[in-house]
Nanobody, 118 residues
Framework: QVQLVESGGGLVQAGGSLRVSCAGS????????VAWFRQAPEKEREFVAR???????GYANSVKGRFSISRDNAKNTVYLQMNSLKPEDTAVYFCAAEELGNGDYRYWGQGTQVTVSS
């Protein structure tokens, strides 16, 4: 089992950058696949980016080329670097983890708010 805590959200102007972090508990965190999701008001939660335990990444088309996901296993932390932010990126950002490789993210953080002003 793993516990996840997001941090780094905030308010930024359109075109700006922000990095959010997901800190995981436990020595086995390095073996987990981790993803970022987001949920805007009155919208469904959507996938943003993922990184496998061995560093393979994937992105939603809406953020490809602007966002970058990475991990530092020595710090048990996964990062989401967000550049060229747009107002439509405004949402609560959640990180999630799973260890079976089936995309069934069983462990979730509490979320961090990202607000992009126009």
């Amino acid at each position: 089992q793993v516990q996840l805590v997001e941090s780094g959200g905030g308010l930024v102007q359109a075109g700006g950058s922000l990095r959010v972090s997901c800190a995981g508990s436990g020595r086995a965190f390095k073996n987990y696949n981790v993803a970022w999701f987001r949920q805007a008001p009155e919208k469904e939660r959507e996938f943003v980016a993922r990184i496998s335990w061995d560093g393979i990444t994937g992105y939603a088309n809406s953020v490809k080329g602007r966002f970058s996901i990475s991990r530092d296993n020595a710090k048990n932390t996964v990062y989401l670097q967000m550049n060229s932010l747009k107002p439509e990126d405004t949402a609560v950002y959640f990180c999630a983890a799973e260890e079976l490789g089936n995309g069934d993210y069983r462990y979730w953080g509490q979320g961090t708010q990202v607000t992009v002003s126009s």
